[in-house]
Nanobody, 115 residues
Framework: VQLVESGGGLVQPGGSLKLSCTASGLTFSAYDMNWYRQAPGKERALVAAISSTGGSTNYADSVKGQFTISRDNVKKSVYLQMNSLKPEDTAVYYC?????????WGQGTQVTVSS
């Protein structure tokens, strides 16, 4: 199983980024998918979640109205559209797939918001 994130980088405050995570080696459409982030010196925290069908989404209060999670089960990919980025959004962002007792993680992609 592999989850490979892409799309991170350096962006100025107020800018946007779209993260992608492409899965292989698993039945992607059976997995709930999540984006987590870990800022320096902080614990990893859930940012956004989407159900296996895409019919349900949830967000951390800190990113509601700012981030949008989506998925394409044909492309075996999950996305995180991040708008109006702030310095406090700086973190390593991780893709996560969960199904019953199965739990897979990507390697993470760095997002840095700085002028």
């Amino acid at each position: 199983v592999q989850l490979v994130e892409s799309g991170g980088g350096l962006v100025q405050p107020g800018g946007s980024l779209k993260l992608s995570c492409t899965a292989s080696g698993l039945t992607f459409s059976a997995y709930d998918m999540n984006w987590y982030r870990q800022a320096p010196g902080k614990e990893r925290a859930l940012v956004a979640a989407i159900s296996s069908t895409g019919g349900s989404t949830n967000y951390a209060d800190s990113v509601k109205g700012q981030f949008t999670i989506s998925r394409d089960n044909v492309k075996k990919s999950v996305y995180l559209q991040m708008n109006s980025l702030k310095p406090e959004d700086t973190a390593v962002y991780y893709c996560n797939g969960k199904r019953i007792n199965l739990d897979y993680w990507g390697q993470g992609t760095q997002v840095t918001v700085s002028s």
